[in-house]
């Protein structure tokens, strides 16, 4: 049976939490593909606010299995700090939530690392999380990470102390003032462990092909945004993963010719977290009003998100990456009461007018190119059918499904997982 992906278009912070959340009762197994607690997804439901880090959205239905895949890497202290926040609300995660060997571990030195690396840069710096996610994929793909696996054979100690000990002289190598207690992080960090082996491990691409052969509806969760994987988002301003629909077919180990729908996740308007271009950023009392209303604070690092009008070149570039199938629109109830909305439709690049998103969109080489529409002044919050939208909303997403070529088929009006319209 073939494999559903559902990831986010833009830099990430698209509401993929909540659309997996409301998707979740079509599937029977739910799985991370990639990145780790970097990724913030949020979940409202019964008056409740839920941010969940690396485990899968599905874990709040009791009929779905939560699997994290080996393309993710795992902080234990964090991932034991989530189990702590399920166990508060009795959700039985012990028989639903299991973990690929394959996955790479967060050592504290990792975040240790990420946290010198980034200080070293300087007014240079990305904008990293500080989660240690780059230090581990580094270590990953220099074949010297721990994973899941190595937790349970014996010795592995030694392997972590061989590895902790390199980091400590890579981070005396940047020369930065970073203080740290690093027995008191292990204690912390080996007390999770032990939590972590309390879980069920499992060889997640055999487990993986034995569900589709069994007939199993398979739905695989991306973090992050496409915009920010590290081969085709705005480089170095990226992630250390990949954000795309072909991070699920090495993050999970599904064949290519297995992948079936790709939802592809969008906002109404445009937002990002941390530095790298942003061509239709607004500064004025327009960005100001979507960020406030919007709510538009990271769920993992409380930064304020830059705000702007959508992009269409860069949204068409990543639904042409990621196959989208179908498009889902977030936040579609931010943008009532603006007279006028802004959409961006092509470039002017250095020059030019171009309607394809090219190697470089620093501002000093890229001017958007906006396209005006009507607002519509209607709440649409309490709207629960695709017929109570306002013509200028209807307006809106045709003037998108044109653009785009690919039907939006969900329009999300709020936080909560009811607040959601499917369209025909």
């Not at 081969?231 to 990949?242: I, K, L, Q």
């Not at 209303?293 to 070149?313: I, K, M, N, P, S």
């Amino acid at each position: 049976m073939a494999v559903d992906l559902l990831l986010g278009l833009q830099w990430g912070d698209e509401g993929k939490g909540k659309i997996v959340d409301v998707l979740t009762s079509k599937y029977d197994i739910i799985a991370r593909f990639q990145g780790g607690p970097n990724a913030g997804h949020t979940l409202v439901f019964n008056g409740k606010k839920h941010v969940l880090h690396t485990i899968p959205s599905g874990i709040f239905h009791d009929e779905t299995v939560n699997l994290v895949g080996n393309g993710v890497v795992i902080d234990p202290v964090i991932f034991k700090k989530e189990l702590d926040k399920l166990d508060e609300q009795n959700v039985d995660y012990k028989s639903s939530l299991l973990i690929s060997r394959k996955a790479h571990i967060i050592l504290p030195t990792h975040r240790l690392l990420d946290a010198a690396s980034e200080a070293s840069k300087g007014k240079a710096k990305i904008g990293s999380t500080l989660k240690g996610i780059g230090p581990t994929y580094m270590d990953k793909t220099g074949r010297n990470g721990i994973r899941v696996g190595d937790i349970e054979l014996d010795g592995w100690e030694k392997k972590y102390r061989a590895l902790a000990k390199k980091h400590e002289a890579m981070i005396a190598f940047y020369n930065v003032d970073v203080q740290y207690d690093l027995e008191e992080l292990e204690t912390e960090f080996f007390e999770a462990i032990e939590t972590l082996k309390s879980l069920t491990f499992i060889d997640s691409e055999d487990y993986l092909h034995k569900a589709q052969k069994s007939e199993k509806s398979i739905l695989a969760e991306g973090a992050q945004g496409s915009l920010l994987d590290i081969d085709f988002g705005t480089y170095p301003f990226v992630t250390s993963s990949n954000t795309t629909a072909a991070g699920a077919c090495t993050g999970l180990g599904i064949a290519p010719n297995k992948i079936g729908e790709v939802y592809g996740i969008f906002k109404a308007y445009t937002t990002r977290v941390g530095s790298g271009p942003f061509p239709t950023e607004l500064f004025d009392e327009v960005g100001e009003t979507m960020g406030r209303v919007g709510h538009e604070f990271g769920a993992t690092t409380g930064r304020a998100r830059r705000c702007g009008w959508l992009d269409l070149v860069a949204l068409k570039y990543a639904c042409a990456v990621n196959g989208v199938t179908q498009l889902i629109m977030m936040k579609g109830d931010v943008l009532s009461g603006f007279n006028t909305l802004k959409v961006c439709t092509s470039y002017n690049y250095k020059g030019e007018t171009i309607s394809h998103l090219p190697y470089n969109i620093e501002s000093e080489n890229v001017t958007p190119i906006y396209t005006e529409l009507k607002g519509w002044k209607e709440d649409l919050t309490s709207m629960t059918e695709a017929s109570q939208m306002p013509k200028e909303l209807n307006d809106y997403i045709a003037f998108l499904e044109k653009e785009l070529e690919i039907p939006i088929t969900v329009v999300s009006v709020g936080p909560d997982r009811k607040q959601t319209i499917v369209r025909k």
